[in-house]
Structures are given as structure tokens and as C-alpha cells.
């Protein structure tokens, strides 16, 4: 059975860097080589291991992991919009085969997405509906974290279920990370801004705040971060990039013990390489279902620490050479 799979970073600032450098056409041209890789594979199938930054999910019922039967990209910072093509039965089917396998996801017949999954699609598929798609939702955003030993349990079970689907080429996708911090974004629950609080509980359930307005002030503090960014007095530190946590957290996803990662402690990830890092368990999530699916370990594609997108920017894939 051919199996594939990509890993990699997300940002929405790739769409408006404050300047143009070295750095970004580095990572075009890393995102390019990889997307042409999957051209060449041309997946029948995606699984794609995806956050969220309450574009979709939201604090009255926050679910570790939640897999969309029916999915819509909004437009948000970074993101592009448009219906998934999801095949319903088949995520139907898969939800089943993970919660037959112990890991308790939730389901959703109306799920919104945002940059946390639009911006691979376009970017790696070339937009939200050229393949299709099962968008597979992972919880980073806030406390309390699910564990990553669950992450990759997830994976496993998905690993499962993709070898019962014949001959079918499927790629397997995670998005998230590497070391960033956005926190004056998405701070817990008890420290949002009482403005906002209404919408992180409830989303589109309430009519306090419009989901217009959260957008656009994305969009904005977005905008103004992109300028703060490359000032000369920002520090690294100061936006939690980490470069020596990127690289360990890349050599050990590459050893092929994935299982390694089950002792981490996403409070400690978020302590030594902000919010954002926590995000790498969609990355374990599909590394663990292509080793499951396939037997293949991970390989390092690219990896860049780049002010200009304000993370530690990573790929790797595994499969097909």
C-alpha cells in the first residue's frame, strides 16, 4: 500500500512578511519542494492532523481531538476559505476505527477550520478541496493539554485504519509548530480580555461578539506583529523562537521511536518553546500513523528559525523517495 507523508509549519505572516528576506524565500521554496513531492505522489486520500485558533473550536467544549465528517475553511488570518471535500462515509467510518481503537475523538458534521488547516492545504495541495480530505482536529491551543502519548495514540489508530483502506495512495499530514509563542493571542481561559470571552467560550453560539470581529482582530494584531518582528530591539527569546528546541525536537522525531515523546510535558514545551510548539502533536499524530501505516520514519526536509513569520519553520516527510 503507498503511503506518504508531510509535516510542516504554518504561518500566517508567510502572506505578509514586513519585509522580504533570505529567510522567507527559503521557506517558499522548502514548501514548493514538498508540495511538488505530493504532486508527484497524487494522494487519493489526506489525512490531515490540524489545529485551531478558535476558528472553529472553542472553550465551552473544547474536544482533545475531533474528526470532521462535514468541514468549511473560514477566512481568517492566513487562511483561505472553502468547503473540504471530505468523503463522509469514509470519515464516518474512520471514527468508528478510532474510538474502536481506545482514543475517544469527537465527531463533527459542521466543523470550521481555520489557517490551522487551510493554509497546508493551499500551500501543499494546492487549495482546500484538490484532494480528498479527512481533516482530523488536534487540541494545542490551551490548558489543559491533552498529553502527547495520546497524540500519538491517535495516530496509531488512524495508521490502523488506513491499512484497511485497499490500495489507496494516502497522505498523511500534520501542520502546527515548531517553537513560537503567540500567547498575547491566545492566553488561558481565566486571562482572556473580557471582550473577547464571550466568543473564545461559545463562538458563532453567542451574539455578543460576531465571529467578523474576532477575525478581524486577528488580522490586525497579526498585521502589527509583522512590523514588530523584524524591529531591532525583538529578541528571539522575546517571541519564543528556539532554535536548540526545534533541532531536539526534530532529531527525536526522526530517530523513529516516536513513543519518546509520550514522557514530554506540553507545559514544559510551552514553558521552554512557547504556546505554539504544543502544536507539534498534529507532527507526532502523523508521523506515528505513517510509521504505524508503513514502517517509515520521518526524514528532515528543511528547518529554519525566520523573524520575518515569527517561528522556528519545519519539514519533514517520510515514504516515497
Known sequence: MPFFMVAASHSP??????????????????LEQARARIRAF???LVILFGVDHYGGHHMDCMPSFCVGVEATAIADVGGTPGRLNVPRELAVQAVKAIRAAGVDTAVSYAMDVDH??????????????????????????????????RARALGEA????????????????????????PYHLFPPIDEVQPEWRPYILH?????????????????????VGAKMLISD?????????????????LATYCEGALSTFDQWDPEQVMAEAGIGAVETQSW????????????????????????????????ADAGPA
Not at 490502523?160 to 509563542?181: D, E, V
Not at 499524530?285 to 528547518?303: D, E, K, Y
Request: hydrophobic share 45%.
Open 233 to 249: 530591539e525583538m529578541t528571539h527569546e522575546m517571541v519564543g523562537l528556539n532554535d536548540r528546541w526545534d533541532k531536539a525536537f
Open 203 to 223: 463562538g458563532k453560539a453567542q451574539s455578543d461578539v460576531p465571529q467578523q470581529d474576532w477575525l478581524d482582530y486577528e488580522i490586525r494584531e497579526h498585521h
Open 284 to 315: 507526532i499524530a502523523a508521523g506515528q500513523a505513517m510509521l504505524t501505516a508503513s514502517g517509515a520514519v520521518p526524514r528532515v526536509m528543511f528547518h529554519e528559525v525566520s523573524m520575518e513569520v515569527g517561528i522556528g519553520f519545519g519539514i
Open 158 to 181: 488512524v495508521g490502523s485504519f488506513a491499512r484497511t483502506l485497499g490500495q489507496k495512495r494516502i497522505l498523511f499530514m500534520g501542520t502546527g509548530g515548531l517553537a513560537h509563542n
Open 13 to 30: 505572516l508567510l502572506d505578509f512578511p514586513a519585509r522580504e528576506s533570505s529567510s522567507v524565500l527559503n521557506i517558499l521554496a522548502a
Open 42 to 44: 497524487d494522494p487519493e
Open 116 to 149: 490551522g488547516f487551510s493554509q497546508a492545504l493551499k500551500r501543499l495541495l494546492g487549495g482546500v478541496n484538490a484532494y480528498p480530505v479527512l481533516p482530523i482536529f488536534v487540541s494545542c491551543l490551551q490548558p489543559p493539554f491533552s498529553p502527547f502519548a
